[in-house]
């Protein structure tokens, strides 16, 4: 089976911009989360997805939004960048939600500030 | 709000030492997780304890989550430069279903 797959790899944008985050999860998984990664903060959850439902939110400001499609593919979207969102965007797909079930996380997309 | 404290935060050993990584907490989780992520890559399952008390062994990895289901650690034997890597416990909320992630240790194993 393919692993979750995260697309752009890397990204560089300015200060207001916005930019789109996609991630592609293992086939037949429908649970899709996204998290940030930065050094200071650690891993941090931001949503949760499953059968295009938001089951589940951290605490970011409504700047960050996703959404999940009907072939469990998601997307996740940051409005108004500001340099404290430079970070690596992870997300991972499970069969199930919020459950025991394995995470597989993706390689993560790389997102630079300026 | 939860929080998973894990120390220590950074940890530079001899091949063949070993060494112990520890994940705290004030809350009770209804399970926890060792992950990997090495650089570059997403981070990587170890093991889920579900159970307190549980403990598990992967090889030289040996997992404890504690009686009251708040706090867990990892045990390395016998290290080796392969096991360098950045180490994350993680656990799920009982109450959000939340998973909550320690700030992680920075292994690195020098042969």
């Known amino acids: 089976k393919a692993g979750v797959t995260q697309t752009p790899r890397y990204l560089i944008k300015t200060r207001g911009q916005q930019v789109t985050l996609s991630c592609s999860p293992i086939s037949g998984h429908r649970s899709v989360s996204w998290y940030q990664q930065t050094p200071g903060q650690g891993l941090q959850f931001l949503f949760e997805?499953?059968?295009?439902?938001?089951?589940n939110k951290g605490n970011f400001p409504g700047r960050f939004s996703g959404r999940q499609f009907s072939n469990s593919r998601s997307e996740m979207n940051v409005s108004t960048l500001e340099l404290g969102d430079s970070a690596l965007y992870l997300c991972?797909?499970?069969?199930?939600?919020?459950?025991?079930?394995?995470?597989?996380f993706g390689p993560g997309t790389r997102l630079t500030v300026l | 709000t939860q929080l998973l404290e894990q120390s220590p935060q950074f940890l530079s050993i001899q091949e063949g030492e070993n060494l112990t990584v520890y994940c705290n907490s004030s809350?009770?989780?209804?399970?926890l997780q060792w992950y990997r992520q090495e650089p570059g890559e997403g981070p990587v399952l170890l093991v889920t304890?579900?159970?307190?008390?549980e403990v598990k062994k992967l090889k030289r990895l040996t997992f404890q989550f504690g009686d009251a289901r708040k706090d867990s650690s990892l045990h390395i034997t016998a290290a080796q430069p392969g096991d360098t890597g950045l180490y994350l416990c993680?656990?799920?909320?009982?109450?959000?279903?939340?998973?909550?992630f320690g700030q992680g240790t920075t292994l690195q194993v020098k042969p």
């Open positions: 993680a656990g799920r909320s009982s109450n959000t279903g939340k998973l909550i």
């Open positions: 304890v579900v159970t307190g008390g």
């Open positions: 991972a797909s499970s069969s199930s939600a919020g459950g025991t079930d394995t995470q597989y």
């Open positions: 809350s009770v989780f209804s399970s």
């Open positions: 997805y499953f059968s295009e439902t938001q089951r």
